[in-house]
């Protein structure tokens, strides 16, 4: 069943086939400024896939709510160092990095590192 009001539209976990989408957005957690991580972060995809976050500490990240197995799942992390700097980035065991090695990431005070992840087995394996 699909419902349609003045501000969306329901599909109940129905598809799309063969749409074309103008003005396309996608939610935004930590807004324009960013959010500050702290030693951990969960990168929670229930509240959207696009996440502006600023070190603070070095930062162990958890990623939690992907769509199920079967289904592509993707978001990606805008992350940048605080004013310090120097902060470090300790991933999930369930990454697979290009070559087996996370990427470096820049560690110079307020600079911005941007990285994407995809699964399509509901996290258990994140590229």
Do not use: H
């Amino acid at each position: 069943m699909v419902r349609i009001s003045s501000s969306r539209i329901d599909m109940e976990q129905a598809r799309i086939d063969q749409a074309v989408i103008k003005g396309y957005g996608e939610t935004l957690v930590g807004g324009t400024t960013g959010v500050s991580t702290g030693s951990s972060y969960n990168i929670d995809l229930s509240t959207g896939n696009v996440f502006n976050l600023k070190l603070t500490a070095n930062c162990t990240f958890a990623f939690s709510n992907p769509t199920a197995s079967g289904t592509a799942c993707s978001f990606v992390i805008y992350l940048s160092q605080d004013a310090t700097g120097s902060r470090t980035v300790t991933w999930p065991a369930s990454v697979l990095w290009p070559g087996g090695n996370a990427p470096t990431l820049t560690t110079t005070a307020n600079k911005i590192d941007i990285l994407s992840f995809f699964t399509v087995d509901a996290g258990t394996t994140w590229f």
